[in-house]
T-cell receptor, first 115, second 111 residues
C-alpha cells in the first residue's frame, strides 16, 4: 500500500483481557517500530525490528507486552492482561532500514481504551 | 538518558510566521526531525536535518540548528489555519534506531 496501515483503528477492552494490534508497513521497508503515545504526551519507543535480526525490545514496559514480525511484513503487538494504564494510542512506523537518517513513516495508530 | 524539550503552546495570527523551538540533550544526536500531528491522525514527517547542517529550507518551512546550544527550530512562513496541529521534535543518534520525541507544541492559528 501507499502508507503504513494499522488495525483496528479503535479498540475498547476490559481490564485483564488480551489485545492484539496489527501493523502493515510500507512495502520494501525493512525496519518497523512500535511507539506508544499517552494522552497529551510525546511518543515512547517500545520495540523495533530490522529484517531478520533480533528485535530491540528495550522499550517494552513489562513482560505483558510482546511483538512479532515475520520477515519484512506484518507485525503484531500483543498486550496480555491489559491494565487501565495501557490506555494510549499505539503507533507503528516503518523505514527503509534502521539506521540514523532513515526517516520513519507513521501509521494512523490504534486507540486503545482499557475499562 | 536523552531528553527533548518543547514549549507546550503557541498561538499566531493567520499570515504571520510561526517559530517552534526545541532543545535536546544528546550531544551525539545526528538527525533531528519535525513531525506534524493533526487531531485524530498519525504523525506526518515534515522535514529532517543532519547535524552537520545549520539550516534547511523547504517551501514555507525553515529548520535552523544550533548544535553548540543543542537548539532546533521550525519556522513556518505565512502560517495558515491548516497549519494548526501539534508539532513534535525528535532526534536519534547514530547508534540508536528509535526516535526520542519531545512532548509536542500545540500550534493554534487565529483568523
Amino acid at each position: 500500500g501507499a502508507g503504513v496501515s494499522q488495525s483496528p483503528s479503535n479498540k475498547v477492552t476490559e481490564k485483564g483481557k488480551d489485545v492484539e494490534l496489527r501493523c502493515d508497513p510500507i512495502s520494501g521497508h525493512t525496519a518497523l517500530y512500535w511507539y506508544r503515545q499517552r494522552l497529551g504526551q510525546g511518543l515512547e519507543f517500545l520495540i523495533y525490528f530490522q529484517g531478520n535480526s533480533a528485535p530491540d525490545k528495550s522499550g517494552l514496559p513489562s513482560d505483558r507486552f510482546s511483538a512479532e514480525r515475520t520477515g519484512e511484513s506484518v507485525s503484531t503487538l500483543t498486550i496480555q492482561r491489559t491494565q487501565q494504564e495501557d490506555s494510549a494510542v499505539y503507533l507503528c512506523a516503518s523505514s527503509l532500514e534502521a539506521s540514523g537518517g532513515r526517516a520513519q513513516y507513521f501509521g494512523p495508530g490504534t486507540r486503545l481504551l482499557v475499562l | 538518558g536523552e531528553d527533548v524539550e518543547q514549549s507546550l503552546f503557541l498561538s499566531v495570527r493567520e499570515g504571520d510566521s510561526s517559530v517552534i523551538n526545541c532543545t535536546y540533550t544528546d550531544s551525539s544526536s545526528t538527525y533531528l526531525y519535525w513531525y506534524k500531528q493533526e487531531p485524530g491522525a498519525g504523525l506526518q514527517l515534515l522535514t529532517y536535518i543532519f547535524s552537520n547542517m545549520d539550516m534547511k529550507q523547504d517551501q514555507r518551512l525553515t529548520v535552523l540548528l544550533n548544535k553548540k546550544d543543542k537548539h532546533l527550530s521550525l519556522r513556518i512562513a505565512d502560517t495558515q489555519t491548516g497549519d494548526s496541529a501539534i508539532y513534535f521534535c525528535a532526534e536519534n543518534s547514530g547508534s540508536a534506531r528509535q526516535l526520542t520525541f519531545g512532548s509536542g507544541t500545540q500550534l493554534t492559528v487565529l483568523p
